[in-house]
């Protein structure tokens, strides 16, 4: 049998549906592949796979955010204190439960890049940024991020292989790079349809990931019967208005699926909501965040790649980008991604086993 460790940042969902669409793929090509996942990601999120081992192991911070929108440095840099550096026996015991594996794929969790250095295993990571990036801009502010930057940025160095997957934020020195990662699509767009009672109305779909979001001004959405607006990721499904519903985020209608189905998405500058968009060939509205660096290059990716448009937060929490939603609605759908970046990875994975 064959074994890939993986070690997974929790941030939001989508290091965890990233490596997923991976495994999924790999599996495809090693059907005796087994997966050893280090995360604190729910362990729900991977029942897709059909063989793993699940280690909750607090693997990486990345970033506290006081909801989907906001990140808050102050509380980032106290966890980091207290996770970094790593100690010499909590990388022993991990490089331990690593043994027999033939490689260890990080997203975008550098511990992982430490245990394999220690176990002597080739590590891969994968990424469409890394935390050093990603701290840079906030060290101004906050000096006391400079040292985890620093610390961080040079561990993702010393990462024996590199794969970069569009969106890409930074071009760095890689051995592959690839087009968006995502999950294949398990449910028809007519069967989601007819699930959420969407009838003839055009669904609207608003999903800011895996962080409880704040909800739009609904009072708004009551004013457009002609629109079905389903909210996802709530803690419970509740129709909220005849023509708002709030979906639970453990809800058996996939992301995906859910993301295929609509005629409009609305959603953060988040990694696997863009590259799921990508696939589905969607309509976009994405909501921009200046004060984190990732949402500038990935807002630029979908006006270029799916003809989307760009609202800031305040627009979004308003409603008032409504009417833009109907001038994108009176729009083509761009076309689907021609193939899914998870293939490439697989296969490069695949040689290394």
Request: charged share 25%; with cysteine.
């Amino acid at each position: 049998m064959k074994k890939i460790a993986c070690f997974i940042s929790p941030h939001g969902f989508g290091h965890a549906t990233r490596v997923i669409a991976v495994l999924e793929a790999l599996r495809q090509l090693h059907p005796d592949c087994h997966a050893h996942l280090f995360t604190t990601a729910s362990e729900t999120l991977f029942g897709s796979l059909t063989d793993f081992t699940y280690h909750p192991e607090p693997v990486d911070i990345g970033l506290v955010q006081s909801s989907a929108l906001t990140v808050d440095i102050a509380a980032t840099c106290v966890e980091l204190d207290q996770l970094l550096p790593y100690s010499a026996e909590r990388l022993a015991r991990l490089a331990d439960r690593c043994a027999g594996c033939s490689i260890i794929l990080c997203d975008i969790a550098p511990l992982g890049i430490a245990v394999g250095r220690l176990a002597g295993i080739p590590v891969v990571l994968l990424e469409s940024f890394t935390w050093d990036w990603i701290y840079e801009p906030y060290c101004r502010k906050y000096p006391e991020l400079r040292r985890h930057a620093r610390f961080l940025g040079d561990l993702f160095q010393r990462a024996d292989y590199r794969i970069q997957t569009e969106p890409l934020c930074l071009e760095a020195r890689r051995d592959v790079v690839c087009g968006p990662i995502f999950r294949r699509l398990r449910m028809t767009s007519d069967k989601i349809r007819t699930r959420l009672n969407v009838r003839d109305r055009s669904l609207i779909l608003i999903t800011l990931g895996g962080i409880l979001q704040q909800l739009p001004e609904l009072r708004r959405f009551e004013d457009q019967p002609d629109l079905f607006f389903v909210i996802a990721g709530q803690p419970h499904t509740e129709l909220v208005a005849e023509n708002c519903l709030l979906l639970q985020r453990d809800t058996d209608l996939g992301h995906p699926d859910l993301i295929d189905a609509a005629d409009l998405v609305v959603c953060k500058a988040g990694y696997s909501t863009i590259a799921e968009c990508c696939q589905a060939g969607a309509r976009v509205i994405v909501i921009g965040r200046d004060d984190y660096p990732e949402s500038p290059p990935l807002q630029s990716y979908v006006k270029r790649v799916l003809g989307g448009v760009s609202i800031t937060a305040e627009q979004y929490e308003w409603g008032d980008w409504l009417p833009l939603a109907r001038e994108l609605l009176s729009r083509r759908k761009p076309a689907p991604a021609a193939e899914n970046g998870a293939d490439r990875v697989a296969a490069f994975l695949g040689s290394l086993l």
